[in-house]
């Protein structure tokens, strides 16, 4: 079993950045491709980073990392823009399913002036 806690959320201004963390609990986190999702108030949930591709929303502007040793992943958020407020989530899926089998608790992410 693996446990995700997200941190690093918060109110920021346009143009603004922010670094979210995920920090994994449990073992083989190298295992396991990381996405990140967003939900706005009102709207679906949207997969904004995965694996193997980054929503044109976000691209240029929004990039991952992870530190294996750390069992981390983050995602840094730069030139933050009012339509990225959301609740930001990471999940993780094994590389070789293509189902998010475990997810955080989500984190506020609010770009107001």
């Known amino acids: 079993q693996v446990q995700l806690v997200e941190s690093g959320g918060g109110l920021v201004q346009p143009g603004g950045s922010l670094r979210l963390s995920c920090a994994a609990s449990?073992?083989?986190?190298?295992?396991?491709?990381m996405g990140w999702f967003r939900q706005a108030p009102g709207k679906d949930r949207e997969v904004i980073i995965s694996?193997?591709s980054t929503a044109d929303s976000v691209k240029g502007r929004f990039t991952v990392s992870r530190d294996n040793t750390k069992n981390t992943g983050y995602l840094q958020m730069n030139s933050l823009k009012p339509e990225d407020t959301a609740v930001y989530y990471c999940?993780?899926?094994?590389?070789?399913?293509?189902?998010?089998?475990?997810w955080g608790q989500g984190t506020q992410v609010t770009v107001s002036s």
């Open positions: 694996y193997t």
């Open positions: 999940a993780l899926r094994r590389f070789a399913s293509n189902e998010y089998a475990y």
């Open positions: 449990g073992r083989s986190f190298s295992s396991y491709a």
